[in-house]
């Protein structure tokens, strides 16, 4: 079993910046890749930015040129750093650890964090 921890969500104004992070209980390497997600009220859950253990990265095009994923393996941390926030962006976010490798795969997910953007 694997737990995801998400923290660094708040309230911030447009054209503001938020770096989230998301600790996993154990080695991330275990995972094929890892993301986030985000899910408005009344919105389905989507993809902002995954990154895999090769350092591939792929972003939502709605967060591109303003949020960055990142991954630190010493610390079996992935970051989120996202900047020029605007209203559209609030949600809540969720950390994602999938295994490809398992059968059948797996995913794994933290229990979010707010992320308000308002003035």
């Known amino acids: 079993q694997v737990q995801l921890v998400e923290s660094g969500g708040g309230l911030v104004q447009p054209g503001g910046s938020l770096k989230l992070s998301c600790v996993a209980s154990?080695?991330?390497?275990?995972?094929?890749?890892m993301g986030w997600y985000r899910q408005a009220p009344g919105k389905q859950r989507e993809l902002v930015a995954y990154?895999?253990?090769?350092?591939?990265?792929r972003y939502a095009d709605s967060v591109k040129g303003r949020v960055i994923i990142s991954r630190d393996s010493d610390k079996n941390t992935v970051y989120l750093q996202m900047t020029s926030l605007e209203p559209e962006d609030t949600a809540v976010y969720y950390c994602?650890?999938?295994?490809?490798?398992?059968?059948?795969?797996?995913?794994?997910w933290g229990q979010g964090t707010q992320v308000t953007v308002s003035s």
């Open positions: 990154i895999t253990q090769g350092l591939t990265t």
């Open positions: 994602n650890g999938y295994r490809s490798y398992t059968q059948p795969p797996q995913n794994y």
């Open positions: 154990r080695d991330i390497s275990i995972f094929s890749r």
